[in-house]
């Protein structure tokens, strides 16, 4: 069993949907939570960072921690086709390295 | 966010040839900087970590006198690929890390070798 879980997709939506990301995890001692976009080609890009269990919300971004139950996701309100990416969950632990998960590859529809 | 930048953001070379990407962080500095290895259509793979000043920490599997890194300053690491071989083509990107840490990655840098 992978460390962290994230459906490859592609999840595709018409504009204007809101986009539904997920990640699971399964090591307890991971502490900081962070969603990265990935466009073809282009090196990854934070969008969130979260430290506790709870919500975030940033923009049209809203990420949400569960550490109960092991469960990550983002929400995307509003989507554009230029949110049309790869998304990476990478939660980590207190001075450790970032551990990815597979990645979402979503696809925004005019 | 902080920027982090990679050079060259493309290189082409022959086989056997040696190929230096640096890395560099271009408002904060960067204690500890990262190097991975992505694949088409595939998740990036953590090759090295860089830590300023000292030797730096490699993952299983991959080969430190193949992937030479110096973390020379808190501000740049360097990634050198040496006797290059066309299975080292690849995507390399680095990463730097704050304080708090958040992680920013570079552009990335293609590889192709001939």
């Known amino acids: 069993q992978k460390e962290v879980e994230q459906d490859p997709g592609p999840l595709s939506v018409p504009e204007g949907a809101i986009v539904s990301l997920n990640c699971t995890y399964s090591n307890s001692a991971f502490q900081y939570f962070m969603w990265y976009r990935q466009y073809s080609r282009k090196g990854p890009e934070l969008l969130m960072y979260t430290y506790s269990s709870g919500n975030k919300e940033d923009g049209r971004f809203t990420a949400q921690v569960d550490k109960s139950s092991k469960y990550i996701s983002l929400f995307i309100r509003d989507s554009q086709p230029s949110d049309s990416a790869t998304y990476l969950c990478a939660p980590k632990a207190a001075g450790n390295k970032l551990t990815f998960g597979g990645g979402t590859r979503v696809l925004v529809k005019p | 966010g902080a920027v982090v930048s990679q050079h060259p953001s493309r290189v082409i070379c022959k086989s056997g040839t040696s190929v230096k990407i640096e890395c560099r962080s271009l408002?904060?500095?960067?204690?500890?900087m990262f190097w991975y290895r992505q694949f088409p259509k595939k998740s990036l793979m953590l090759m090295a970590t860089s830590n300023e000043g000292s030797k730096a920490t490699y993952e299983q599997g991959v080969e430190k006198d193949k992937f030479l890194i110096n973390h020379a300053s808190l501000t740049l690491s360097t990634l050198t690929v040496t006797s290059a071989h066309p299975e080292d083509s690849s995507f390399y990107i680095c990463?730097?890390?704050?304080?708090?840490?958040?992680?920013?990655f570079g552009p990335g840098t293609r590889l192709t070798v001939l």
């Open positions: 408002d904060f500095q960067a204690t500890t």
């Open positions: 990463s730097a890390q704050l304080a708090s840490d958040e992680q920013f």
